[in-house]
T-cell receptor, first 112, second 115 residues
Framework: SQQGEEDPQALSIQEGENATMNCSYK?????LQWYRQNSGRGLVHLIL?????REKHSGRLRVTLDTSKKSSSLLITASRAADTASYFC????????????FGTGTRLTIIP | KAGVTQTPRYLIKTRGQQVTLSCSPI?????VSWYQQTPGQGLQFLFE???????NKGNFPGRFSGRQFSNSRSEMNVSTLELGDSALYLC??????????????FGQGTRLTVV
């Protein structure tokens, strides 16, 4: 079953604008990871944020984590056409399992 | 460093048949997990192997099974295929857990179509 929801389910923006996606989850976690998927292909790992971190940056990506609200956000700045993809958050659990529970995903479309 | 390799990339099988999918993890990674992705259910965890032992299992019927070899390569098998087994099967490779900060890297997946 899905851990939670991602919001919005779909997002279309103009190239150059910023895109923000949100993820909610239900249980306590150790880490939260964000992935990108292009047209039903494999998942590309974007970033991992630990439960004791509040914000993390990687290039044009900024991830925040609020464990009190059980939510995370992914911000992509200065979007490019190549950013068009589906984005998923994935959480582990506090028991040390490698099992990841995925959100429902946000379909991002960048309009050139 | 080579990424996670899954073979085959595409597969078409008939109902009732069985299928075996293969996954070679990133060199040095000893944990391999399998996921099923469908439009209706999204990404769902199947099972995880570490050092040739299944450590975790998702909520799938016994028709779904797997194994891991001493070189960390893993296979999953689905017997008595059903139409609903049509999906993208993804394999993830993880370095041995250290302080619970482990990134999972995925392969390109195997697209299974059951007809």
């Amino acid at each position: 079953s899905q851990q939670g929801e991602e919001d919005p389910q779909a997002l279309s923006i103009q190239e150059g604008e910023n895109a923000t996606m949100n993820c909610s989850y239900k249980t306590s976690i150790n880490n939260l990871q964000w992935y990108r998927q292009n047209s039903g292909r494999g998942l590309v790992h974007l970033i991992l944020i630990r439960s004791n971190e509040r914000e993390k940056h990687s290039g044009r990506l900024r991830v925040t984590l609020d464990t009190s609200k059980k939510s995370s956000s992914l911000l992509i700045t200065a979007s490019r056409a190549a950013d068009t993809a589906s984005y998923f958050c994935a959480t582990d659990d506090i028991f040390g399992n490698e099992k990841l529970t995925f959100g429902t995903g946000t379909r991002l479309t960048i309009i050139p | 460093k080579a990424g996670v390799t899954q073979t085959p990339r595409y597969l078409i099988k008939t109902r009732g048949q069985q299928v075996t999918l293969s996954c070679s993890p990133i060199s040095g990674h000893r944990s391999v997990s399998w996921y099923q992705q469908t439009p209706g259910q999204g990404l769902q965890f199947l099972f995880e192997y570490f050092s040739e032992t299944q450590r975790n299992k998702g909520n799938f019927p016994g028709r779904f099974s797997g194994r891991q070899f001493s070189n960390s390569r893993s296979e999953m098998n689905v017997s008595t295929l059903e139409l609903g087994d049509s999906a993208l099967y993804l394999c993830a490779s993880t370095l041995e857990r250290d302080s619970f900060n482990t990134e999972a890297f995925f392969g390109q997946g195997t697209r299974l179509t059951v007809v």
